[in-house]
């Protein structure tokens, strides 16, 4: 791009740090700007320490970026973000009224700057007025509900990838651009607010509509309804992924591994298919299916297990 647009993050934790990486990868200059006491949750806090994945999840996500950490209660501090702002072309924000205030980040303060500027401002949601994490935010939108579908056990570990942060990040990212367009075609700023419940329920709908949850679908191709796409266990304690779904990847698949199945069965649901694969997977490693597969295309990988 001719002029390397610049985008302030004023987020942390998840989704707006992912934003920020997202336009980063995309080519944008990213400064993510900090208190240098209170710093990014991740990184100094709560978080990091009573887990230190973390510190790492922070050093994932912001690593591309330039890290400004500036004393938020200094008496100069709104004239210093506002030197920020007036070479921006963007800004992410995900601070409380008081604290935007503060700074200059307040719509007054931005709406003075009279420059073309993209803001998008992260909250939870626009209907639930309660605190929510990630997990609250599947829970509400009834997507954790496929999660526990099948389940009888008293305790259930949540999804471990935080899909509804993931996709709020991604929605962000996504706004932020459509906002920078818009600023720059009017000279105007341009400010919206993306929720993480609302944003979950946009992003993630369309995979399990209102339709399938009447018709109490709760078993699809991709969370195991058929034995041609699934996880089996090999007899090293190592698993394999077959995702054999076309014809012809199930047809050279039967043929190279001997699988007493007809070609019509790969979508049969009952138990008695699952287990012809499993039982021949079982008897087979690692190295075996490796030096098997090497030269054919049958959509199967191996998955090891960490020790």
């Not at 006491?37 to 999840?57: I, Q, R, T, V, Y």
């Not at 399938?212 to 394999?240: E, M, Q, W």
Request: with cysteine.
């Amino acid at each position: 791009m001719s002029h390397k647009l610049k985008i302030l993050d004023l987020t942390h934790r998840l989704p707006g740090p992912l934003a920020g990486k997202i336009l980063s990868d995309l080519g944008y200059e990213v400064i993510k700007i900090e208190d240098e006491k209170h710093k990014d949750p991740f990184l100094s806090g709560m978080f990091s320490a009573f887990d230190e994945s973390f510190e790492n999840w922070y050093e994932e996500l912001n690593k591309s970026k330039s890290i400004v950490r500036l004393d938020f209660k200094s008496t100069e501090i709104k004239s210093l973000i506002r030197s920020y702002l007036e070479k921006a072309d963007g800004v992410m924000l995900s601070l409380s009224p008081k604290l935007k205030e503060t700074l200059g980040l307040d719509d007054k303060s931005l709406a003075s700057l009279a420059k073309p500027l993209a803001v998008v401002e992260l909250e939870a949601s626009q209907t639930h007025k309660k605190a929510m994490h990630d997990l609250n935010a599947l829970a509400l939108s009834g997507f954790l509900s496929l999660h526990v579908a099948h389940e009888t056990r008293q305790i259930v570990e949540p999804p471990f990838f935080p899909l509804a942060g993931i996709a709020f990040g991604q929605q962000v990212a996504t706004q932020l651009l459509a906002n920078v367009i818009e600023s720059k075609s009017t000279n105007k700023l341009i400010k919206s607010v993306s929720y993480l419940y609302e944003s979950t329920e946009t992003l993630l709908t369309p995979f399990w509509s209102k339709e399938l949850r009447d018709k109490k679908r709760t078993k699809f191709l991709h969370n195991g309804a058929y034995p041609c796409y699934s996880i089996y266990r090999l007899r090293d304690g190592n698993y394999v992924a077959l995702a054999a779904v076309e014809d012809k990847f199930w047809t050279d698949f039967m043929e190279l591994f001997k699988v007493p199945l007809a070609l019509d069965k790969r979508f049969e649901t009952d138990s008695v298919s699952f287990q012809k694969v499993a039982d021949i997977f079982a008897k087979m490693d690692a190295s075996t299916i490796e030096n098997m597969t090497q030269d054919k295309e049958l959509c199967l990988s191996i998955v090891r297990k960490i020790t």
